[in-house]
């Protein structure tokens, strides 16, 4: 009998594979990628890092010569029947008290050229009157200052030395972000060259200052790392170490380094100049919020709204209170903290296009900046038109008057400024809650002069008829100028 050909019934038949052997797979796959990719993310060790960059850092050690006491005090209560025996310890040890003593302290920093330039921080050798720098390999050499800016805490020193220096160089902070691994290397508690490595936990912190760039980090920084550098896994400096956030003043994971490109420019000044030459334009500004927005038109909670113009660049450009700068030199304004910033890093004397909106249309206003260390003590002026009046009025939960002679001899306020005065306020008004308090001059109404009530009544008119469900006033207290957008509505 010949045999049969075969069918598709009587071939073998191979199972296929199970779908659980096919996720088990694709996880198996997916742990090895992941693995892969963190391994090139993260370095199995920050060593070949630190070698790299160790001899570039420094340890700081200031002294300053302070005035003697002139007894026990600090050692005991003065008065306390001890005073005299711990006044006797001192002269038979040869100290009265009153002599000079000599104070020490400790901080980071590092090179930034081979000629011996010095980044530190200006808390660190503020006050020295002696600045010992101690190098990696153990060497020591003298500092003298070049310059130092307590507005960002950054200080700039100078060794000699007879051979080139090892250095770093400044990366751009403004490329880092939330999540990168970083290393920071000082001098804490004066234990010397000491590295700690983490991530950027948070960007652009502000802790007190107009020019405030902070990179916070969990990288453990504690007394003595300040002025010292915060490096990303590339060996460039994109901070450096200032302050921590701590109830106990050791390190808790809170760590705050100014970013690199704030420093970069603060050094660069004050290698040129000895002192730092910030852009100044001239205004007074405060944050638009979201009622000052609706009340002025604005479709976005964006900008810089200028509450005063004292003479300046800004008010020689035709500037006006009530401008809300929405530009400055091509860049968008998103609060005034960014306009400060950016004010600040521009040269003096650099002519710069300045976009504002002014009643309900845009406006293109060149400014040329002068310098804000010239102008730190510039006192505003006031910019109002004579007024009259006699009456008073009860309007958004305020007891208004105009100016009289007996309000302006009481009050202070000179002739030359004019306004509606705020003699009672209800507490549980809209008014009261968002800051306005008897005594406030109301300068301006709907962006425009007001010096007698039917003037306001007009302004409040005209808020209403546009749809507006709030009214800015400009308010002076104290001859300090400040916008409050007042709802309007019942």
Not at 247 to 262: E, Q
Not at 314 to 342: P, Y
Not at 392 to 413: A, C, F, N, Y
């Amino acid at each position: 009998m010949q045999p049969k050909p075969l069918t598709l019934a009587h071939r073998p038949i191979i199972a296929p594979p199970t779908l659980r052997a096919v996720w088990l797979i694709t996880l198996a796959l997916a742990f090895f990628c992941t693995h892969a990719l963190m391994a090139q993310a993260r370095p199995d060790s920050l060593a070949t890092l630190a070698q790299q960059v160790s001899p570039s850092v420094v340890n700081i050690t200031t002294s300053t010569m302070i005035e003697g006491r002139t007894g026990p005090q600090g050692i005991v209560p003065e008065g306390s029947p001890f005073e005299d025996f711990f006044r006797e310890f001192q002269d038979r040890n040869g100290n009265d008290g009153k002599r000079p003593r000599r104070s020490s302290a400790l901080g980071s920093g590092f090179l930034i050229s081979e000629d011996g330039y010095v980044v530190t921080n200006n808390h660190v050798i503020e006050s020295a009157d002696r600045i010992l720098v101690e190098f990696f390999e153990g060497d020591e050499l003298e500092a003298t200052v070049i310059g130092s800016d307590p507005k960002t805490d950054i200080a700039l020193l100078k060794v000699e030395a007879d051979e080139p220096l090892p250095f770093v160089k400044f990366g751009d902070s403004d490329e880092a972000l939330v999540g990168d691994w970083v290393m920071a290397v000082g001098n804490p508690l004066g234990q010397g060259f000491s590295v700690t490595a983490g991530i950027i936990s948070a960007r652009n912190r502000a802790l007190s200052g107009s020019y405030d760039d902070y990179i916070q980090t969990d990288a453990a920084i504690n007394r003595g790392n300040s002025g010292g550098p915060l490096f990303n896994m590339d060996g460039d400096v994109i901070g450096v170490n200032t302050a921590i956030l701590s109830p106990s003043g050791g390190s808790i994971g809170i760590g705050f380094s100014m970013a690199s490109n704030v420093v970069n420019n603060v050094v660069d000044q004050l290698r040129k100049f000895g002192e730092t030459r910030r852009g100044w334009m001239g205004v007074r500004i405060q944050d638009v919020t979201p009622d000052v927005a609706e009340a002025i038109g604005l479709d976005k909670v964006a900008g810089a709204l200028i509450s005063d113009v004292p003479d300046g660049p800004a008010k020689e450009a035709g500037l006006e209170a009530g401008d809300v700068i929405l530009s400055f030199d091509g860049v968008d304004v998103e609060d005034t903290r960014g306009l400060v910033r950016q004010v600040g890093n521009t040269p003096v004397g650099k002519s710069v296009r300045v976009v504002v909106l002014r009643e309900g249309g845009t406006q293109t206003l060149l400014v040329t900046l002068g310098r804000r260390e010239d102008a730190e003590n510039a006192v505003p002026t006031a910019m109002q038109d004579d007024g009259g009046g006699e009456s008073t009025k009860e309007v958004l939960g305020m007891t208004i008057s105009i100016l009289t002679d007996e309000l302006r001899e009481e009050m202070g306020i000179s002739d030359s400024m004019t306004g509606l005065f705020v003699i009672d306020i209800d507490e549980m008004s809209e008014a009261y809650e968002k800051g306005l308090r008897t005594g406030d001059l109301i300068t301006e109404a709907g962006q425009q002069k007001v010096s007698d009530l039917d003037a306001l009544e007009n302004r409040i008119d005209e808020a209403r008829e546009a749809g507006r469900k709030s009214l800015l006033l400009r308010v002076r207290r104290a001859g300090e100028p400040r916008f409050v957008a007042v709802s309007l509505e019942d």
